[in-house]
């Protein structure tokens, strides 16, 4: 059994890589110092020189629903594999640059205005 939790108090769990090393999600749980219920906090975070780690934004779930969100997450990669198949999912992958169909009118340098003589 571990150590009882009191408000205001938390333990992380986890930190995980972001897209650059400058870049991190902290995964935590504290107890709310209003309800006293514990609470999973996922925060994005990032490096600054001469601050080090801050966060930008953060998700508080009730501990109640992490059964949930385990779930909606093991089904994650089974997702991602279906998404990996579908044409163009590789953004890395060189495209084409579309296809640009000039409209005749005003803007093409044409006059398509009619007009009548008497």
């Known amino acids: 059994m571990g150590t009882p939790m009191t408000p205001n ?3 992380v769990l986890a930190h995980l890589e972001g897209n650059s090393q400058d870049e991190r999600t902290e995964i935590a749980v504290r107890v709310s110092a209003d309800s ?14 001469g601050i080090g780690w801050f966060t930008q934004a953060t998700v508080e779930l009730p501990a109640s629903s992490l059964t949930a969100l385990k779930l909606a ?3 994650a990669p089974a997702t991602l594999q279906r998404i990996s198949f579908l044409p163009n999912a590789n953004p ?10 000039p409209f005749p009118g005003l803007w093409s340098g044409t006059n398509t205005t009619k007009t009548t003589e008497d």
């Open 9 to 11: 108090s938390e333990h």
């Open 36 to 49: 006293h219920n514990p609470v999973i906090s996922i925060r994005q975070q990032a490096w600054g020189n």
């Open 73 to 75: 997450l093991c089904l």
């Open 92 to 101: 890395s992958e060189a495209e084409e640059p579309p296809t640009v169909i």
